[in-house]
C-alpha cells in the first residue's frame, strides 16, 4: 500500500465524520428552535428540520451540488456534477467526490436549518417544503459557486471564505430577514402604540442542550473544511472556534448583565452562536486575539440587533438574523482586517495587507446578502400565487402541531385523544 492511500484513507475518514458531526447539529438546531417556540408548535418546528434533511439532501444531489461544485461555466454556475455525474475531476483529489458531496450536503441542510427559525410558529408546512426546494437547488448553490469556485467571479476578485460566514450564515441570515419580513409577525407579538410582548421560550434547558449540540457540531464545520486529516492547521482552527465562541458568550453575559441588570439567558445562548457564527469565515486565517474581539463583537451586536429588530416590528422567533445575518458579515469583514501574513490570498488591512481583501470580502458580502434577502421574497411570492405561505389565524391559534400535523408535542398525561380532534381540530 502506497503512502499516498493510507493519507488519503485518513483524510476520507476525517471527512466523513466531520460531515457527520455537521449532520448531527440538525439535532442541535430542533432542540434549540423547540425550546425557542411555545409547546403548541414544538412539533411543527421538529417537522421542518426533516424537511431539511429529507428534501434538502435529495435536491442538493439532483440539482444543488452540479451548479455549485460542477465544472465552471462563465464564472457563475457549475455545470457537471447533477447526480453525481459527469467531469468531476476539478474537485479535492485525496478524497473521492461521494465523499466530499456528503460534506457539502451537510452544508446546505444547515444553510436551510437558518431560515426554520425565523419563519417558525406561522409558516404553512407545504409552503416550507417548496421554499427548501428552492433554497438547496438553486439559491445557496449558485451563489456558493461564485465564493467556493476557484472559478467563481467573488472567489477570482480575491473573496476568501473559509468554512462559510458569508456563503452560508450570511446567506441564511438575510433569507431569514426576508422570510420574517413576508410573513409578518406572529398574532399578538406586538400591540397598539409601539407595544412589544414577548413570547417566552417553552423549554429554556431544552434550548440550552441545542446550543451545545450545535457547539459541538462547529468544531466539524470549522475544521472539517480543512478536507484532509494531517492538515497541521486543525488545531488552530479549532482554537479559534473555541475561544470565539466562548468570547461571544462570556460577552453577552457581561454585556445583559449591564444593560437588563440581570444575565438573559437566550441572549446568552445566541451569544454563543453568534461568536461560532462570526469565527466561520476566519478560523484558519487569524490570530487567536483576533477570534476573542471577533466573537466578543458578534455577540454584543448580535444583542443589539436583536433590540433593533423588535423595536421595528420584526418577530424573529429564534434570532436567525440576529445571529446568523449579523455575526455571519462581522466574521466576513473580520478577515479582510486581521487575516495573518502567508495565511491567506492577501493579508488584511492591520498586518500590512491593503484594503484589497476587505474590498474584496465587502463585495462579496454584499453581494450575497442582497442574493439572499431577494430570492428568497421573490421564492415566497412565487410560491404565495400558488397556495398560502402564512396559516391561518385559527391554525396558529390552535398551534401548528395539532393544525398541521395532527398530535400535539406534549400529551398532558391524556390516556386516549380523539382522533377526529386531531384531524379536524378546528372543527
Same mark, same amino acid.
Given at each position: 500500500?502506497?503512502?499516498?492511500?493510507?493519507?488519503?484513507?485518513?483524510?476520507?475518514?476525517?471527512?466523513?465524520?466531520? =460531515?457527520?458531526?455537521?449532520?448531527? %447539529?440538525?439535532?442541535?438546531?430542533?432542540?434549540?428552535?423547540?425550546?425557542?417556540?411555545?409547546?403548541?408548535?414544538?412539533?411543527?418546528?421538529? %417537522?421542518?428540520?426533516?424537511?431539511?434533511?429529507?428534501?434538502?439532501?435529495?435536491?442538493?444531489?439532483?440539482?444543488?451540488?452540479?451548479? %455549485?461544485?460542477?465544472?465552471?461555466?462563465?464564472?457563475?454556475?457549475?455545470?457537471?456534477g447533477?447526480? /453525481?455525474?459527469?467531469?468531476?475531476?476539478?474537485?479535492?483529489?485525496?478524497?473521492?467526490?461521494?465523499?466530499?458531496?456528503?460534506?457539502?450536503?451537510?452544508?446546505?441542510?444547515?444553510?436551510?436549518?437558518?431560515?426554520?427559525?425565523?419563519?417558525?410558529?406561522?409558516?404553512?408546512?407545504?409552503?416550507?417544503?417548496?421554499?427548501?426546494?428552492v433554497?438547496?437547488? /438553486?439559491?445557496?448553490?449558485?451563489?456558493g459557486?461564485?465564493?467556493?469556485?476557484?472559478?467563481?467571479w467573488?472567489?477570482?476578485?480575491? %473573496?476568501?471564505?473559509?468554512?462559510?460566514?458569508?456563503?452560508?450564515?450570511?446567506?441564511?441570515?438575510?433569507?431569514?430577514?426576508?422570510?420574517?419580513?413576508?410573513?409578518?409577525?406572529?398574532?399578538?407579538?406586538?400591540?397598539?402604540? *409601539?407595544?412589544?410582548?414577548?413570547?417566552?421560550?417553552?423549554? &429554556?434547558?431544552?434550548?440550552?442542550?441545542?446550543?451545545?449540540?450545535?457547539?459541538?457540531?462547529?468544531?466539524g464545520?470549522?475544521?472539517?473544511?480543512?478536507?484532509?486529516?494531517?492538515?497541521?492547521?486543525?488545531?488552530?482552527?479549532a482554537?479559534?472556534?473555541?475561544?470565539?465562541?466562548?468570547?461571544?458568550?462570556?460577552?453577552?453575559?457581561?454585556?445583559?448583565m449591564l444593560?437588563?441588570?440581570?444575565a438573559?439567558?437566550?441572549?446568552?445562548?445566541?451569544?454563543? $452562536?453568534?461568536?461560532?457564527?462570526?469565527?466561520?469565515?476566519?478560523?484558519a486565517?487569524?490570530?487567536?486575539? =483576533?477570534?476573542?474581539?471577533?466573537?466578543?463583537?458578534? *455577540?454584543?451586536?448580535?444583542?443589539?440587533?436583536?433590540e433593533?429588530?423588535?423595536?421595528?416590528?420584526?418577530?424573529d422567533?429564534?434570532?436567525?438574523? =440576529?445571529?446568523?445575518?449579523?455575526?455571519?458579515?462581522?466574521?466576513t /469583514?473580520?478577515?479582510?482586517?486581521?487575516?495573518?501574513?502567508?495565511?491567506?490570498?492577501?493579508?488584511?488591512?492591520?498586518?500590512?495587507?491593503?484594503?484589497?481583501? &476587505?474590498?474584496a470580502?465587502?463585495?462579496?458580502?454584499?453581494?450575497?446578502?442582497?442574493?439572499?434577502?431577494? /430570492?428568497?421574497?421573490? =421564492?415566497?411570492? $412565487?410560491?404565495?400565487?400558488?397556495?398560502?405561505?402564512?396559516?391561518t389565524?385559527?391554525?396558529?391559534?390552535?398551534?401548528?402541531?395539532?393544525?398541521?400535523?395532527?398530535?400535539?408535542?406534549?400529551?398532558?398525561?391524556?390516556?386516549?385523544?380523539?382522533?377526529?380532534?386531531?384531524?379536524?381540530?378546528?372543527?
Amino acid at each position: 500500500m502506497q503512502l499516498t492511500d493510507v493519507s488519503n484513507g485518513l483524510d476520507t475518514i476525517w471527512v466523513v465524520l466531520t =460531515a457527520a458531526m455537521i449532520l448531527l %447539529m440538525e439535532g442541535g438546531f430542533a432542540l434549540l428552535e423547540a425550546g425557542f417556540v411555545r409547546q403548541k408548535n414544538a412539533v411543527s418546528i421538529i %417537522m421542518k428540520v426533516f424537511v431539511d434533511i429529507a428534501f434538502g439532501a435529495l435536491v442538493f444531489y439532483l440539482i444543488g451540488f452540479g451548479l %455549485m461544485h460542477g465544472r465552471d461555466l462563465g464564472s457563475v454556475i457549475g455545470s457537471s456534477g447533477f447526480l /453525481l455525474k459527469g467531469d468531476l475531476s476539478h474537485l479535492p483529489t485525496n478524497i473521492t467526490s461521494d465523499t466530499f458531496w456528503l460534506f457539502q450536503c451537510a452544508f446546505v441542510i444547515a444553510v436551510i436549518s437558518i431560515v426554520s427559525g425565523a419563519a417558525a410558529e406561522r409558516i404553512h408546512f407545504r409552503a416550507y417544503i417548496l421554499y427548501t426546494i428552492v433554497m438547496t437547488g /438553486l439559491i445557496y448553490p449558485i451563489s456558493g459557486h461564485w465564493i467556493w469556485s476557484a472559478d467563481g467571479w467573488l472567489a477570482k476578485l480575491g %473573496m476568501i471564505d473559509f468554512a462559510g460566514s458569508a456563503a452560508i450564515h450570511a446567506l441564511g441570515g438575510f433569507a431569514a430577514l426576508a422570510a420574517a419580513l413576508f410573513l409578518g409577525p406572529r398574532l399578538g407579538r406586538f400591540g397598539p402604540e *409601539g407595544k412589544i410582548n414577548i413570547v417566552p421560550p417553552s423549554n &429554556l434547558p431544552l434550548a440550552s442542550v441545542g446550543a451545545f449540540v450545535l457547539w459541538f457540531g462547529w468544531f466539524g464545520f470549522n475544521s472539517g473544511s480543512t478536507l484532509s486529516a494531517t492538515n497541521t492547521g486543525i488545531g488552530h482552527i479549532a482554537v479559534t472556534t473555541m475561544l470565539a465562541s466562548a468570547a461571544g458568550c462570556a460577552a453577552c453575559i457581561l454585556f445583559t448583565m449591564l444593560r437588563y441588570q440581570k444575565a438573559d439567558p437566550p441572549m446568552v445562548i445566541n451569544g454563543a $452562536l453568534a461568536g461560532l457564527v462570526g469565527i466561520t469565515a476566519g478560523c484558519a486565517f487569524v490570530s487567536d486575539a =483576533a477570534a476573542i474581539g471577533i466573537g466578543a463583537v458578534s *455577540g454584543i451586536a448580535m444583542v443589539l440587533v436583536s433590540e433593533w429588530l423588535e423595536k421595528r416590528r420584526v418577530d424573529d422567533p429564534v434570532g436567525a438574523f =440576529a445571529v446568523h445575518g449579523v455575526s455571519g458579515s462581522i466574521g466576513t /469583514l473580520a478577515v479582510g482586517l486581521f487575516a495573518l501574513p502567508g495565511t491567506a490570498s492577501h493579508a488584511g488591512l492591520f498586518h500590512g495587507g491593503g484594503w484589497h481583501l &476587505l474590498g474584496a470580502q465587502a463585495l462579496g458580502l454584499a453581494v450575497v446578502a442582497v442574493w439572499g434577502f431577494g /430570492l428568497t421574497w421573490v =421564492a415566497l411570492k $412565487l410560491i404565495q400565487a400558488w397556495r398560502p405561505v402564512r396559516v391561518t389565524a385559527d391554525e396558529e391559534k390552535i398551534g401548528l402541531d395539532v393544525a398541521l400535523h395532527g398530535v400535539p408535542a406534549y400529551s398532558k398525561d391524556k390516556d386516549f385523544i380523539d382522533v377526529d380532534e386531531l384531524r379536524n381540530p378546528t372543527s
